[in-house]
């Protein structure tokens, strides 16, 4: 049956309100609602779909981000400033061993425990098909933009691994330092206490995010990876 004239493509329809709230962010006059209900709309939607929307989802994702105006660096750089700091990390932890000083051992761990997370992150997005736009500075911790609409294209089950797998990080860097027979038995407890504290944190954030929850206090639980993980499974 051929469609009425004044009918249009739901998709085609999709794709005008996300044109169109990247122009009110552009002009300045956006208010918070359209996106989140276009996003929400995309991911029920069949694969083949959402991948034919991820350019102008990307695009519009990023135009609300750079709103905030962190500084921002090519994701190559980014990665490789997140490498050298990963190496650096090991001159306290090595000066911490000879030493047997906490203070340089949990300087060390502290670097360390920052870039494992974002560095595991990427990789494991990139092997399941998310790609990132560029790298910013929040505060003294560098991240990276997604492009968002790589990664509403992929299934759900990916999405899920994905933020799981961000969760991991942090706790894994401080459980291996922790592990370091070498290092001052305080700093090594400490480090291990650590990880069994961030673990259960993202623990918490995933079972707020999959009872429904929005917020624990002040915090918005879609900003975390556990959250995250939470809001992808509880949508399944």
């Known amino acids: 049956m051929t469609a009425p004239p004044n009918s249009k493509n739901p998709i085609e329809a999709l794709r005008g309100r996300i044109l169109t709230i990247e122009k009110e962010v552009q002009s300045g006059t956006y208010r918070p609602g359209p996106w989140a209900a276009a996003t929400r709309e995309i991911r029920g939607l069949p694969a083949a779909q959402r991948r034919a929307l991820a350019q102008d989802v990307t695009r519009t994702s990023n135009a609300l981000h750079r709103r905030a105006g962190y500084p921002e660096v090519s994701v190559l ?126 623990a918490v954030f995933f079972g707020a995010a999959l009872l429904g929850f929005r917020r624990i206090g002040p915090v918005r639980v879609s900003i975390t990876s556990g959250g995250s993980a939470g809001e992808e499974l509880r949508g399944a």
């Open 77 to 202: 750089l980014g990665i490789g400033a997140e490498c050298a700091a990963g190496v650096v990390s090991i001159v306290p932890l090595i000066g911490g061993a000879d030493t047997q000083s906490n203070a340089l051992t949990m300087a060390g761990a502290a670097l360390l425990a920052t870039v494992a997370q974002p560095l595991l992150k990427i990789a494991v997005g990139t092997l399941l098909g998310v790609r990132y736009a560029y790298a910013f500075l929040r505060m003294f911790e560098p991240r990276f933009k997604m492009q968002y609409g790589s990664y509403l294209s992929r299934p759900r089950l990916a999405r899920i691994l994905y933020h799981l797998c961000g969760t991991a990080g942090t706790p894994l860097a401080l459980a291996f330092v922790s592990g370091l027979a070498a290092l001052p038995e305080f700093a090594r407890m400490a480090c291990y206490g650590l990880a069994v504290a961030f673990a259960a944190l993202n």
